[in-house]
């Protein structure tokens, strides 16, 4: 850039057209207050009459700027900038703007873009511009002496509804106006940038230890960032980090603005909250769902309750939970509804918000777990019209939200959604797509210009929803800086299985381990600590909990094929078996795969910490893994023997002493038994040469093993 010399007494004022103060509108107003910026808003909450904006109108604007720049029309020490709000935000304070100008030598200069609109036979009347310049104008920013941009403008009259880009060309390109009122145009993108087909053009540089906005194509810093057509969304994102919101040194620098502070109120004035929780889908760990529900820290007396069931699956247990609990909150409804009133029952219960004068809905799908009861009130003191907790699947890149938009509306992974997702970067992001969890004011749902809605085209309801959020100009936001909870993954949930929750072991690790695994597992490998060796070389570990024994046995008496007990077994590939239980396999119960699994993620580790040195190539090999039932009317015992495997593993399913009395297992040659079995508890041992065993009697009752014969 030149080095110019700006006259001393030149001042600039920044004119803008709004007539509503949607959130772009309040992004830009922080942005001029943030730059030190004198500005004048024109139209403010009285009725647009531009046309609708999303094909051509707008000469209302430029009617208004004509007036507004009337008292200033003999004023040569006056620069004007007139810029749009909405899609807008301002980078630079008035002296890097006037400089800027000052260099044009210009005494307008407007801002310009690589398409030629509305009428694109124009293209070919406007000057060439060298290195890929951007040649055609924008009216969306243009700078000028205030004397000269109000001789542009009563040039001609333009009705409210005309275009007012097409008005401004026809100005430019004619070139008696242009020369008498010394009109350039920002073809390197100086002052303005207009983002539209230009998104490649532009990054996001750290200098100073803040973001700044770099047109890499033409090496400038425009002063001026417009989102113009459908790079809304890009702009969305820049604005995330730029002017000063975010940078790696400080974190989100704005975050802590216009926030409320719940924690002063007495409960009796708590907002209002509708919370709204939606059962649309067959989804494992309900019980925790709903667990975690009833622990929303939150005062009871000021939440409405509300369950929306559009699946059978969860009905009796949301009916149950309600009447267990529903009568310690403000109120309580329950709507069971159908797949068919998906999108109704959804707009039923804004209605419902609306008539209770609630503060805010609290949408809440059954996927969402939340594990941070202060969730909510985390939310409300961010105070903004929708934002959701960022929810991720454990483990993997899946999450509540999408930090772009494809072309056409889909899912686009934007440059800092991994960063996002795991908590390298921690804010609150402005996002094209929230889903599953949001809270929202209730004033968005009074008012039918910032409504959402669940029905839009052919989308599917959640698309929809973002969808007519982004047309009606709402921002929605993420917030990641805390954790606040998970989604469970529901989509190869099979509601025909007897607790088919355990066979969720690889989709929903997280929330299988936490049900499933037993509370001292991680005791296991505390160094201070020795393992519980109850006979030689026979370990004995907390592995799994009493839920998980009870949920086992069910499914195995559920499906009841236990084996004969006899040598013949047509399980096996040699039909024959010489020490044979009254067993079933896991492959007869469709869980080959997840017990695999659970050997490689929680026994293996057990096997190398205490039996040093012998380490498994991989996932351990096991093919004999089964269940036991020894009574004394089918199966009482089992003769001594070997195990065919390297060591084998022995979990009690149930009680000895309460569910079965006898039983338990004998090493003979250390002339060792272990009878006190504890439920969830599992031993340890080789499986041949030394450990050569046998299953004591079970005199009364029913006892159940889970056994593997494991070849590491
Ligand atoms: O009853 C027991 O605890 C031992 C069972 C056993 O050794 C086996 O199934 O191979
Ligand atoms: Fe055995």
């Keep these: ?27 830009f107003i922080e942005s001029a207050n943030l730059n030190g910026l004198k500005t004048k808003v024109l139209g403010l ?3 647009w009459k531009g046309g609708n904006m999303k094909s051509v109108g707008g000469g209302y604007k430029l009617n208004l700027y004509l007036n507004a720049l009337e ?7 006056l620069a004007v900038l007139l810029t749009d709000a909405y899609d807008v935000v301002l980078l630079a304070n008035s002296s890097t703007i006037l ?20 009428d694109k036979k124009l293209a070919d009347h406007y000057p060439t511009v060298e290195l890929d310049g951007y040649r055609f104008l924008n009216s969306g920013g243009v700078i000028g002496y205030a004397s000269q941009l109000y001789k542009l403008l009563s040039e001609k009259p333009i009705k409210d509804l005309d275009d007012d880009q097409l008005h401004l060309t026809n100005l430019f390109l004619n070139t008696d106006v242009r020369k008498k009122l010394n009109i350039k145009l920002d073809n390197y993108a100086s002052l303005f940038q207009n983002l539209y ?16 906005l770099e047109n890499t194509h033409f090496n400038s810093h425009p002063a001026i960032l417009h989102g113009n057509g459908i790079s809304k969304l890009s702009l969305n994102s820049y604005t995330n980090y730029i002017p000063n919101q975010w940078s790696p040194e400080s974190g989100c620098s704005k975050c802590k603005d216009n926030t409320i502070d719940l924690s002063m109120l007495k409960n009796e004035n708590y907002p209002i909250v509708l919370l709204s929780i939606f059962i649309d889908r067959a989804t494992p760990f309900f019980d925790e769902f709903l667990e975690k529900i009833k622990n929303i820290d939150y005062p009871k007396s000021r939440l409405l309750l509300s369950f929306t069931t559009l699946v059978e699956y969860h009905k009796e247990k949301v009916d149950k939970f309600i009447t267990e609990v529903g009568n310690q909150y403000n109120a309580s409804f329950v709507f069971h509804k159908t797949p068919k009133e998906n999108i109704h029952a959804r707009h039923f219960v804004f209605s419902l918000c609306t008539s209770k004068s609630c503060d805010y809905l609290f949408y809440i799908e059954n996927e969402v777990h939340l594990d941070n009861p202060q969730t909510l009130k985390i939310l409300i003191e961010n105070n903004k019209k929708i934002i959701a907790p960022m929810l991720t699947r454990p483990f993997k890149a899946w999450s509540n939200f999408w930090g772009a938009l494809s072309k056409d509306g889909f899912y686009a992974r934007s440059f800092d959604y991994m960063d996002i997702v795991n908590y390298n970067k921690t804010g609150i992001w402005n996002v094209p797509y929230i889903g599953s969890c949001y809270l929202m004011k209730g004033s968005i749902l009074e008012n039918k210009n910032t409504r959402p809605s669940y029905k839009e085209d052919n989308l599917d309801y959640d698309m929809a929803f973002s969808k007519s959020l982004r047309e009606k100009q709402v921002f929605m936001y993420i ?37 499933y695994i037993h509370p001292d597992y991680i005791e296991n490998f505390n160094p201070e600590k020795k393992p519980a060796e109850p006979c030689p070389d026979v370990f004995w570990f907390p592995i799994v909990t009493e839920r998980f024994c009870q949920e086992f046995i069910e499914i195995m008496e559920n499906f009841g094929q236990w084996s004969d007990g006899t040598n013949n077994d047509p399980r096996l590939d040699t039909g024959y078996e010489a020490v044979p239980t009254r067993d079933i396999h896991m492959k007869q119960v469709g869980l080959h795969k997840v017990w695999l699994k659970f050997l490689e993620l929680f026994v293996s580790r057990l096997q190398e910490h205490v039996y040093l040195g012998y380490y498994s190539d991989g996932p351990p090999r096991s093919l004999m893994n089964f269940v036991v039932k020894y009574n004394p009317f089918g199966q009482a015992s089992l003769r001594p023997h070997h195990d065919s495997s390297t060591y084998t593993i022995n979990i009690a399913l149930n ?17 060792c038994k272990v009878t006190e079995m504890k439920v969830g508890w599992m031993l340890m041992h080789p499986g041949r040469l030394t450990h050569y ?12 093993i889970m056994i593997s014969f494991v070849d590491p």
């Design 479 to 515: 917030d990641n800086q805390y954790n606040f909870g998970h989604l469970i993954d529901s989509e190869t949930f099979d509601t025909t299985l007897k607790n088919p929750e355990v066979y969720q072991l690889l989709e929903n690790r997280y929330d299988w381990e936490l049900r």
């Design 1 to 27: 850039e030149k080095d110019v010399s700006v006259k001393n007494d030149l001042n600039l004022l920044v004119l803008t057209v709004a007539s509503e103060k949607t959130d772009g509108y309040k992004r």
């Design 71 to 77: 008292p200033y029309k003999n004023n040569d020490n």
């Design 693 to 704: 065993h046998e299953g004591l009697e079970v005199t009364n009752g029913t006892r159940y």
């Design 99 to 118: 400089k800027k100008f000052t260099a044009f030598d210009a005494q307008i200069v407007i801002s310009t873009e690589r398409s030629c609109w509305p």
């Design 197 to 212: 087909l230009s998104e490649d053009d532009v990054k996001m540089r750290l200098i100073n230890k803040s973001y700044v």
């Design 655 to 671: 009680s000895p002493g309460k569910d079965y009395q006898g039983g338990g297992c004998h090493f003979l040659r250390y002339k």
């Design 45 to 47: 909450d009285k009725p």
